[in-house]
């Protein structure tokens, strides 16, 4: 079924204000939450919604902390998030991050003890639709074997790189694991196989079924030892900059709570569009596979579901929807 | 066979004095030459040497050339390459990030024009081994199709990241296809399968046959959309920094020649190294796949392999090797 957008957002909202939330901080987290099922991420929006909300109720996200800065070095940041909601800190690195670069032409900020940031992407929107280069990335709970080990010991880290662009920004989301288990759940509830190899079965072999990765919890990073290897650095890059919780101990405290992120942003005065939309429509100038499946740039379906969402409602699951309600 | 590293280095370098190379330059190409061959990678070491030599008669590297500031902006600096090498350019460049570095915590030095870095690591291994956090990324000729095309529009456009560490540095080297065309090839010469699906069958299927991928030319991004939108960003943060050739203009020029690339240092007081260490303890107590084969951190292989080239001499394919000698 489909929602509008501000009816959704104003649900979100009035749960947060029951949890301790601030006007600010509940407007704020709602409009994320709203926005991510609005752009198709449902999963960290509307459907991670229960989840966030039992997250408050145990302590492990405290609506009423607020982050503090705990070191500045030129253009780089420390920041403690003190276990405040992750999108409002997240929220705040990358708005800061903008500041510094305003000052720098670069600008990064490192936060630990911070929470789930749900979206990635929306951090990457942030920036580039304030006209900046953005890059952020985070830490999580391990959930992706590292290359040569069958149990997970890595984080599914994801990585955002987004860059304003007057037709649509150009934004990257992407975690290290080929499916998250959120979608390999959702194939399995449809009883279909994945498109594409998504991890191991009990025999050691790649498989496209969802059920038998489920099992093994062998899910494949992306490209095998390099996404493997790009989890681990990035986890290492965090650890090193912020002093915080890495996915070893994220995952030894038993809940995916007090990660690490950063947030890079660059001031890039002459962005060289017409260069950049040239090598886009080369990109998209390849013979395609099917010839019904253009070529897409980074966010360009992304842009086009929102258009959509908000023209006709923005599409939610119902039971999820109603457990919203009642709450 | 193998030959001391001293000696190979001395042949690099008594070539490249006869191609105008000034002592300062040819001892710095000769050296990193050495270095990639001395590394394991020896697609970037004595194997291309023939072809960047010939890069050098054809003009396309002007070993005469120096590379020229454009603009400075806080800390970030935006050089012309001036088609000098692409060793030289891009050591000056990481070495110009780490002095911004220094003064600003973070340092970025985009470059247009500029030629082939030959191993992407050798610049993360710079930045690491001068104790700064290393980031560095180029574009390429076009060599992978994007995902839902069947031609090649993305350059494989490889990407460093290296953090510096007392037990060994942890330095990322990657580029965005699974198997390079130099990998594809020697599994073809070996007549052997990639160890991996790393491309298409003419049929569209995935396959691990080297010959095939070679005659399709659609070897595979790394996890699929997801490497494809990597390279792409990669290729559009390279435009937008430098205004220099994305991988649309370098392929239309004929020739991987004049590319774009960009360098960022962070300079990291305290690197946390007690907890970097605890992670990649943590990483490595998965249980093994094979139980000879123990998992790694990336750049752990790198130092083992240069360790055994020191100890027993620099592995070299004999044809490369007498083709050297004779130039």
């Known amino acids: 079924m489909r929602i509008p957008f501000d009816q959704l ?9 029951t949890l301790a939330f601030t006007k600010e901080k509940a407007d704020l987290c709602a409009r994320i939450f709203a926005e991510n099922s609005r752009d198709g991420v449902e999963t960290h929006g509307l459907n991670r919604f229960p989840t966030f909300v039992k997250f408050v109720k145990e302590g492990l996200i405290r609506p009423d902390a607020e982050p503090i800065v705990t070191g500045l070095l030129g253009a780089i940041e420390r920041w403690d998030g003190n276990l405040a909601p992750g999108m409002y800190n997240a929220t705040l690195c990358m708005d800061r991050a903008m500041k510094l670069a305003d000052d720098n032409g670069i600008g990064c900020v490192a936060i630990r003890n911070t929470n789930h940031w749900m979206r990635g992407g929306t951090y990457g929107w942030q920036a580039a ?26 984080g599914n880290n994801p990585f955002v790189i987004a860059v304003p662009r007057q037709e649509g920004n150009i934004v990257v989301d992407m975690a290290m694991s080929q499916y998250s288990y959120g979608k390999i759940g959702q194939y399995a509830a449809d009883k279909k196989q994945l498109p594409l190899p998504g991890g191991y079965d009990k025999q050691g072999n790649l498989t496209t079924d ?20 790009l989890s681990m650095i990035l986890d290492v890059l965090l650890t090193a900059l912020t002093g915080g919780k890495s996915v070893a101990a994220i995952t030894n405290s ?42 897409r740039y980074p966010g360009e379906s992304t842009l086009a579901r929102r258009q959509e969402s908000l023209e006709t409602g923005v599409h939610v699951n119902e039971r999820y929807w109603q457990e919203l309600l009642a709450m």
Chains 1, 2 share one sequence.
């Open 129 to 154: 639709d304030a006209g900046y280069i953005g890059i952020c990335f985070t830490n999580t709970i391990a959930n992706v074997p590292p290359w040569g080990g069958i149990e997970p010991r890595l």
């Open 254 to 295: 038993g809940n995916e709570s007090g990660v690490s992120q950063c947030f890079i942003c660059i001031k890039n005065p002459i962005m060289h569009e017409a260069l950049i939309n040239e090598l886009i429509e080369y990109t998209k100038s390849s013979a395609l596979v099917e010839p019904d499946s253009p070529i």
């Open 9 to 17: 957002q104003a649900e979100f909202e009035r749960v947060l204000l």
């Open 210 to 229: 969802p059920e038998a990765i489920r099992e093994t919890q062998r899910a494949l990073p992306i490209g095998f030892w390099k996404g493997s290897g």
